[in-house]
Nanobody, 123 residues
């Protein structure tokens, strides 16, 4: 049971990136999926959390500072969740982690967490 996150990199302010989170060994659609980040000298924070596919209410939460810029989405055929990040700002610099949860949003009862992928926004 693993999550593999990738897609980070060094970009300039205003650029876009798409992070990917691929599940191995379990069906990601059965779980709520979250993206968390931890910036230098900062505490970890939940960037976004989307409910399991089976959740009829189907809900997605975003951190206030990324609303309108970040979008979480699923590709169930690829067993992958994405985080599209537009108009990136220096304060978005962080290691980003994807996680699978039994409940959410907000994401809780962690099932597994992937390794982080570093996003650096700098001119």
């Amino acid at each position: 049971v693993q999550l593999q996150a990738y897609g980070g990199g060094l970009v300039q302010p205003g650029d876009s990136l798409r992070l990917s989170c691929a599940a191995i060994g379990f069906r990601l659609g059965d779980y709520a999926v979250g993206w968390f980040r931890q910036g230098p000298g900062k505490e970890r924070e939940e960037v976004s959390c989307t409910s399991a596919v089976s959740n009829r209410d189907g809900d997605t939460h975003y951190l206030d500072s990324v609303k309108g810029r970040f979008t979480i989405s699923r590709d169930n055929d690829k067993n992958t969740v994405y985080l599209r990040m537009n108009n990136l700002k220096p304060e978005d610099t962080a290691v980003y982690y994807c996680t699978a949860h039994v409940k959410g949003p907000p994401c809780s009862l962690l099932k597994t967490r992937g390794q982080g992928t570093l996003v650096t926004v700098s001119s």
